[in-house]
Nanobody, 126 residues
């Protein structure tokens, strides 16, 4: 069982930056693929970014490429999402997610993840 707690959301003006954090419980954080997703009102949950447990390779949704950066600190059991050049369209609840241990398959879809945080609200004003 993994518990995930997001923080760092808030209100920011367009063009600004925010850094989200996701603190994970347990000592096996380094064995999980980790991801960020977001969901805006009346929209489906969207993949934002993911990072593998083994190679730390990363993947990004098309709408955030070049603006967002995902990273992880296994020693601190923490996942990060650095968000730059924010746009009003980035407004959503952002969720942290963890997959099954040692998974080497896909990590770009919600179905690839098992554990979810409660989410943190990000609001970008125009």
């Amino acid at each position: 069982q993994v518990q995930l707690v997001e923080s760092g959301g808030g209100l920011v003006q367009a063009g600004g930056s925010l850094r989200l954090s996701c603190a994970a419980s347990g000592r096996t954080f380094g064995t999980y693929n980790m991801g960020w997703f977001r969901q805006a009102p009346e929209k489906e949950r969207e993949f934002v970014a993911g990072v593998r447990w083994s190679t730390t390779s990363t993947a990004y949704g098309d709408s955030v490429k070049g603006r967002f950066t995902i990273s992880r600190d296994n020693a601190k059991s923490t996942l990060y999402l650095q968000m730059n050049s924010l746009e009003p369209e980035d407004t959503a609840v952002y969720y942290c997610a963890a997959g099954t241990p040692y998974w080497s398959g896909n990590y770009g879809s919600a179905r690839d993840y098992v554990y979810w945080g409660q989410g943190t609200q990000v609001t970008v004003s125009s």
